[in-house]
Nanobody, 123 residues
Framework: QVQLLESGGGLVQAGGSLRLSCSAS????????MGWFRQAPGKEREFVAA????????YYSDSVKGRFTISRVNAENTMYLQMNSLKPEDTAVYYC????????????????WGQGTQVTVSS
């Protein structure tokens, strides 16, 4: 059974940092793109960041560019999202996803999803 498991969420003050992890099991994703999305209450799930299988190409939404860093360790089947300079508007459930079909930015194209981890940034 393929499973993506996020961890590392929590409550942090504005300006603080968190590091999210996404651990995959059941199959290797070393040849697949992976991404992070987030969903705030009452809002659509939105793209945050994505990374190609080799880790040499990364993509970010404008709202997190320069503050968040996506990375992966294929040998560990794990992806990370380092989040710095957090803002209250970053508050959301963060989801990892794998195996995009087509655009990395389109949530509907991903085959696998984690259950999400809550990130809350207080002002």
């Amino acid at each position: 059974q393929v499973q993506l498991l996020e961890s590392g969420g929590g409550l942090v003050q504005a300006g603080g940092s968190l590091r999210l992890s996404c651990s995959a099991s059941g199959r290797t994703f070393s040849r697949d793109g992976m991404g992070w999305f987030r969903q705030a209450p009452g809002k659509e799930r939105e793209f945050v960041a994505a990374i190609k299988w080799g880790g040499d190409s990364t993509y970010y939404s404008d709202s997190v560019k320069g503050r968040f860093t996506i990375s992966r360790v294929n040998a560990e089947n794990t992806m990370y999202l380092q989040m710095n300079s957090l803002k209250p508007e970053d508050t959301a459930v963060y989801y990892c996803a794998a195996s995009p079909r087509g655009s990395y930015f389109n949530k509907d194209g991903y085959d696998y999803w984690g259950q999400g981890t809550q990130v809350t940034v207080s002002s």
